[in-house]
């Protein structure tokens, strides 16, 4: 149904939820720390991917 970018406005969208949840009820921190970790997991495999990415084709 939804493209790459339907799919990346709902996650933005849950996330802003979450957020928005946690700051009426603080009992949702929890969820809003697990997306900032999934988040940074997400962004180190990146980094790291293009990095490897970058060494393997200067060896060839």
Not at 8 to 28: E, K
Request: aromatic residues 14%; charged residues 20%.
């Amino acid at each position: 149904m939804f493209g790459s970018e339907g799919s990346v406005l709902v996650a933005n969208n849950n996330r802003c939820r979450w957020t928005m949840a946690t700051m009426v009820n603080p009992v949702y921190i929890s969820v809003v720390v697990n997306f900032l970790i999934f988040l940074m997991n997400d962004m180190y495999g990146f980094i790291s991917w293009k990095k490897r990415e970058r060494e393997n084709r200067r060896i060839i």
